[in-house]
């Protein structure tokens, strides 16, 4: 008998002016998540440093449960997104909070969500790295911390040991993408059905989505979306896309952009990757058939693929989720 996986530790850092939505996101992506036998994966914790109330952005208090001498155990450590205040405004964070967070990263995985990143960033764990936050704070994020490569455009970085998101949905995606890093494809989807949410959006997705719900009297092409996801396989072509769109090659191709954020094939790589992904881990096909069923045609353009996107072949992949979970990075 298999024994009692134990719960990864994850902390959650309230600061002052704290969105309170995102504050809840840990509990409500990772919190959900489980592994066959119904039993948690992840315990999450909120803290303060001094273990005080801290006052929100939209209008309350929240009083932790703990103090922050909890950081000393976590193996992931969340700073939601911030309101105002001396991170964002001025760059600044009291010395007590930056000693802490430095500590943490020593032995932690950082997160930021949304703004939190200034918070991150304060602390020096952004220095030369590459990170995102929200694009309405990317100029004043620039001003204040010039040597983080920030890309403004994209819906969360994951470099390794620290990774960032944007704004809200974006904090969906990219816990949602830890979920899928360490425990796989079908135990994320899962936790995307309880919340009823996307169960996947590519990191390097754009922020700026022009058109997310089609005008009225406008069929866009999620239509074309659904049909192509169900299609992975067969060898889908940019004018098959339009085709079923009933729409020209270019009219598609702006439309599915507005309301995407990415080009059609993009899209349709990103769809196949993902298939292909929940199939190495799920199954004991070849590598052959999971590249034929994914629509990559031969292993070798699935090994470029997938090389391309997380930095290791397939057959690497399929063991290191077989074994100890799938813990590499997978840069946005």
Do not use: K
């Not at 440093?49 to 000393?72: C, Q």
């Not at 964070?93 to 949304?114: F, G, N």
């Not at 919340?195 to 074309?224: C, H, I, K, M, Y």
Request: aromatic share 6%.
């Amino acid at each position: 008998m298999s024994r009692p996986p134990t719960p990864h530790e994850v902390v959650v850092v309230a600061v002052d002016r704290v969105v309170g939505f995102e504050l809840g996101l840990p509990f409500r992506l990772l919190g959900l998540a489980e592994d066959d036998h119904g039993r948690p994966l992840y315990r999450i914790r909120i803290a303060t440093l001094d273990g005080r109330p801290v006052r929100t952005a939209d209008g309350f208090s929240v009083l932790p449960d703990h103090d922050g001498s909890i950081l000393a155990e976590a193996d992931t450590v969340i700073v939601p997104g911030i309101m105002g205040g001396p991170a964002v405004l001025d760059g600044r964070i009291p010395d007590e909070l930056r000693d802490a967070i430095r500590q943490a990263a020593a032995h932690a995985r950082m997160v930021s969500v949304c703004t939190g990143a200034s918070v991150l960033a304060a602390a020096g764990l952004l220095d030369g790295r590459p990170a995102t936050t929200h694009w309405r704070d990317a100029e004043q994020f620039r001003r204040l911390f010039p040597t983080v490569r920030l890309d403004a455009d994209v819906l969360f970085v994951d470099d390794g040991d620290v990774l960032t998101s944007a704004g809200v949905a974006a904090g969906i995606d990219l816990l949602l993408h830890l979920v899928r890093r360490d425990h796989g494809s079908e135990v994320a989807n899962r936790v995307a059905r309880r919340n009823v949410v996307a169960p996947w959006r590519e990191g390097g997705q754009s922020q700026f989505v022009e058109r997310p719900l089609p005008a009225s009297g406008d069929a866009g092409t999620a239509a074309t979306r659904a049909w192509a996801a169900e299609r992975l396989g067969e060898p889908l072509t940019l004018a098959d896309l339009a085709a079923h769109a009933r729409m020209s090659v270019r009219t598609f191709t702006r439309r599915f952009r507005e309301e995407t954020g990415m080009s059609p094939l993009r899209w349709l790589s990103g769809q196949r990757l993902a298939l292909a992904r929940q199939l190495l881990e799920s199954s004991d096909a070849p590598i052959d058939r999971v590249a034929a069923e994914a629509g990559f045609g031969t292993p070798a353009s699935l090994r470029q693929h997938l090389r391309a996107s997380i930095g290791v072949a397939p057959g690497t992949y399929r063991r290191s989720y077989r074994g100890a979970g799938v813990t590499g990075p997978s840069p946005a």
